[in-house]
């Protein structure tokens, strides 16, 4: 009986990441969301089911045409351009700005890169080694806008 609570309490502990995007924007119509990270200088959502190893390939810059991973992912990811962690507070999103959002969509041979021009990125708390809450609003892409909420669970698997 004890092994079995051991087992299972390391699966409760990671139930609480979670987000909401509303919203159409990089090809995607969001909607439930898959999973969510924070860790180095990102926060990652992910419309496709990831685990933490599956994310090594987040960058801050991705080449031109040059799919950055295997996978077939879409995901919305909010990068810190300073520093090397995400930092409580307040910041408008904008490309070249503190804080860039950027919309990475994989599917077979095909990948996709879409970047912000406006928004806010609402950090609430940041957790060292833990979790991550907040919002996003207005986040604007050339062809739609992204609102919403998460809360992150700590991955070591992005690196600055």
């Not at 009986?1 to 987000?19: D, Y």
């Amino acid at each position: 009986m004890r092994w079995s609570f051991l087992l299972l309490f390391p699966l409760a502990a990671c139930g609480g990441a979670q987000a909401t995007v509303e919203g159409t924007a990089g090809e995607i119509a969001w909607g439930e969301t898959q999973s969510v990270f924070v860790g180095a200088r990102y926060v990652v959502i992910s419309a496709t089911e990831l685990d933490c190893l599956d994310i090594d390939w987040i960058s801050r810059n991705y080449d031109e045409g040059v799919k950055p991973t295997d996978l077939n992912v879409s995901t919305l990811q909010f990068t810190f351009a300073s520093g090397d962690s995400v930092q409580e507070g307040k910041f408008p999103v904008a490309q070249g700005g503190q804080v860039q959002a950027t919309i990475v969509n994989v599917s077979g041979d095909v990948f996709h890169e879409f970047n912000a021009t406006t928004g806010t990125l609402v950090v609430d708390t940041v957790e060292e080694e833990g979790t991550a809450t907040g919002t996003f609003d207005g986040v604007a892409f050339d062809d739609g806008t992204l609102s919403g909420s998460f809360t992150a669970e700590f991955c070591v698997n992005l690196k600055p």
